[in-house]
T-cell receptor, first 110, second 115 residues
Framework: DAKTTQPPSMDCAEGRAANLPCNHS???????VYWYRQIHSQGPQYIIH???NNETNEMASLIITEDRKSSTLILPHATLRDTAVYYC???????????FGKGTSLLVTP | DAGVTQSPTHLIKTRGQHVTLRCSPI?????VSWYQQVLGQGPQFIFQ???????GRGNFPDRFSARQFPNYSSELNVNALLLGDSALYLC??????????????FGPGTRLTVL
């Protein structure tokens, strides 16, 4: 089961790229990394996930290091609405559940 | 398509009472997971159900129980409420649950306050 470590908070200027790091050094070989975000205690919103290769979708890009011990979520052009808590999660209980840490509180400023 | 729905949105109970929370998954999803999120922490896994069977359980006492119905909706029950049960309870649905690329999609949550 992977435990994840993220910085507690980060700031980013509106329009700039936000790069959110995550350490998951205990991740196993077939375990996916998922990213979610949570705004104002709403339910977590799925962003992206990956195993080994870098991934991109309409919301973000995910860069996973070759040794899979860390990853970076990239929001290419942050807006004020991207202000949220971002969670990098591993899998637990044989993959049935997501293992959330405390996440990174991202503040996007004008 | 409707996302995951949960009811009620807010609930206030007193210590020792019982509570039932409800969840309807995304249409076509057969697996439901429950998470508890206390203030300032990330969500913590409670249960996962697939095809009405409990597939996984987190480190929660027996006061917590759940079930899944033939239409794949689910109920979470908590008995003998404690002050520490005050939290946001989240339901997540996925196609079949399990590992890998079966993404879990979360509902808005039920905010439970125990007085």
């Amino acid at each position: 089961d992977a435990k994840t470590t993220q910085p507690p908070s980060m700031d980013c200027a509106e329009g700039r790229a936000a790069n959110l790091p995550c350490n998951h050094s205990t991740i196993s070989g077939n375990e996916y990394v998922y990213w979610y975000r949570q705004i104002h205690s709403q339910g977590p919103q799925y962003i992206i996930h990956g195993l080994k290769n870098n991934e991109t979708n309409e919301m973000a890009s995910l860069i996973i290091t070759e040794d899979r011990k860390s990853s970076t979520l990239i929001l290419p052009h942050a807006t004020l609405r991207d202000t949220a808590v971002y969670y990098c999660t591993g899998e637990v209980f044989s993959g049935y559940a997501l293992n959330f840490g405390k996440g990174t509180s991202l503040l996007v400023t004008p | 398509d409707a996302g995951v729905t949960q009811s009620p949105t807010h609930l206030i109970k007193t210590r020792g009472q019982h509570v039932t929370l409800r969840c309807s998954p995304i249409s076509g999803h057969k697996s439901v997971s429950w998470y508890q999120q206390v203030l300032g922490q990330g969500p913590q896994f409670i249960f996962q159900y697939y095809e009405k069977e409990e597939r996984g359980r987190g480190n929660f006492p027996d006061r917590f129980s759940a079930r899944q119905f033939p239409n794949y909706s689910s109920e979470l029950n908590v008995n003998a409420l404690l002050l520490g049960d005050s939290a946001l309870y989240l339901c997540a649905s996925s196609l079949v649950g399990g590992a890998g690329t079966d993404t879990q999609y979360f509902g808005p949550g039920t905010r439970l306050t125990v007085l």
